[in-house]
């Protein structure tokens, strides 16, 4: 369990990094997420669905950042990776064309990460990835994310992370994703 200092008076809460009960909590953590990614109430009601059949995938695990008052403000939740899932079939032919489509076996995927923005930029992210990793038993990880340059590409570059595939599309996402993949564990903070 790992516990985050809060910042003064204004945000006196300490977070605490640990296993969640994502079912259990999901409204709060899609609450989390439509702050941190942008959701509307549509999205969140098909988010609902897919995270509670994700939880009950085998492995799949889940960790949040809590205030001391238990309040949610960041989690994460992945799963080994299994070539049928919709992810993996999705991916498969992008990593195919580059040569990478191995790192679809043995590999443990990031499905969600957000921090709510109040929490951002105080390792809590880092924190979150690096501790659900450390838990898995795959020698590698993948994940997808929006294909800018933003935030969560940096941090996951900075855990080793590279893209694997660019240009991504998800049907129904506006935006195009990268694919990118790391070996475990992650690269501990330079
Ligand atoms: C991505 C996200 C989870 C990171 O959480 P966080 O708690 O703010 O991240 P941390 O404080 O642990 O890590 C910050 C790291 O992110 C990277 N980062 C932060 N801001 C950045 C920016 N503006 N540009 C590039 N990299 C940046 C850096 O690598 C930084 O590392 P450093 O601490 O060594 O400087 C958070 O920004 C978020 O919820 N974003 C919106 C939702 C989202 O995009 N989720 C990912 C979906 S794939």
Redesign the pocket.
Known sequence: MLRFPGRGHREPDEVVIGPLDLSARVDEALAV?AL??GLGADEIAVRRQIVLRHMVYPGARAFGATLTDGRLV?FVYGMPNDRTHWWSTVVEPYLRAQGHDAWLDDSFV?T??????R???????????TTITAGATQPRSI????DI??????????LGYEDLARRVAFPSAPKPYAVMGAPLPLRA??
């Open positions: 997420q941190a990614f960041g990031i969600e990460l957000h921090v709510h923005p929490y951002q930029n105080r390792g809590i992210g880092r924190a979150l990835i994940l997808s994310a929006i340059d933003s935030p969560a590409r940096g941090l996951y570059r900075s903070r330079r």
